[in-house]
């Protein structure tokens, strides 16, 4: 699986880079949605949706397994130890890895998002595709792409989880507030200040991929595509 995942996203950086860009983008001559596609485009946020999900659990499995837990593993549907049901679920003992290691284990989750979106990008600009295949791209690339700002700013929401995380020990919230628990080593105002900056880094990563998420919104809305160049 790590083999897989490295060399797709060596082969992401190499599209992404202009190795094989030879399409072009334009305007849509007609921008607006029939209601056909207004369906299949709003039916294809489930699997779109399930990709990112499962990509993103993936993520943390595989950071979990390369640190040394060689028990951590990705369900489709597992049980918590709360008792609850989840689907789309990774399992990894935080016991067995060090302070660092758990530290990495959150990132890990949108590190592959944005892996994710790269490959999506990738794939738009340089393998011609239908305009219906074209906006699912496009859409899993939107999804992928906000994966860390949602992180972020759930990790505000629940930031107080870590009293419970300071009580247990035991990873809990979002990914941002595992992450910065471990990285703060429990002190409160370092974790405050991780949090905080997890947000700033998110802001500033959708501000420089601004054009990229324009254009890809573009795509979704039927209102551009990339095409061949002799095309026209």
């Known amino acids: 699986m790590g083999k897989l995942y490295l060399c797709s996203f060596v082969l992401a950086l190499l599209l992404q880079e202009g190795v094989a860009q030879n399409l072009v983008f334009k305007a849509d001559n007609n921008p607006k949605l029939t209601p056909g596609q207004s369906l299949t485009t709003t039916l294809s946020f489930i699997p779109s949706a399930l990709l990112v999900i499962t990509n ?4 943390h499995t595989f ?27 990774s399992f990894y003992d935080h016991t067995v890895l060090s302070r660092f290691e758990n530290t990495l284990v959150p990132a890990g989750g949108f590190l592959f998002s944005q892996g994710l979106a790269l490959g999506a990008n990738a794939l738009l600009k340089n393998v011609y595709m ?26 505000v929401v629940r930031i107080n989880d870590f009293d419970t995380m300071k009580r247990t020990g035991i990873p809990s919230g979002t990914d941002v507030n595992a992450l910065a ?10 974790y405050n200040t991780i949090v905080a900056s997890m947000v700033i880094l998110s802001i500033v990563d959708i501000y420089l ?9 573009k795509i979704l809305m039927n209102k551009g595509y990339y095409h061949k160049p002799d095309n026209r």
């Open 56 to 59: 993103h659990e993936v993520g």
């Open 63 to 89: 950071i979990a397994r390369i640190s040394g837990d060689r028990s951590a593993s990705f369900k489709l549907r597992g049980s918590l130890p709360s008792g609850g049901t989840c689907f789309g679920c």
């Open 130 to 155: 239908p305009k219906g295949v074209q906006r699912f791209t496009a859409l899993t690339y939107l999804l992928a792409k906000f994966d860390m700002s949602f992180q972020s700013l759930q990790g």
């Open 181 to 190: 628990f471990f990285a703060s080593n429990g002190a409160r105002n370092s």
């Open 209 to 217: 991929s601004r054009k990229s998420i324009a254009r890809n919104w």
